[in-house]
């Protein structure tokens, strides 16, 4: 996870796909999922409806333009460990 002040860089990879998403309040990113194996991509593109990127948490809600489903991701950071 990349953040800066406006903006958020989401990067997962395993080996069996990758993945770069780009989150930006109320901005349209286009977006790749790669599969590995099958040397596939599916290309979309996501909005991002809201973004809250506060000291211990990031609040996200986008949507992906093509199905028009809409998604929440939150992301929780403490300091215990």
Known sequence: IIIDT???TLCRESDEYSHVM????TKK????YFLKQSNYS????ILTTKLII???KIDIT?????SENIYNY????????
């Open 6 to 8: 406006n903006k958020i």
């Open 22 to 25: 780009f989150f930006e309040a």
């Open 42 to 45: 599916l290309e979309f593109t």
């Open 74 to 81: 939150v992301l929780e950071m403490s300091d215990n460990l």
């Open 54 to 56: 506060k000291q211990n």
């Open 62 to 66: 986008y949507k992906i333009i093509e």
């Open 29 to 32: 990113h286009t977006t790749e």
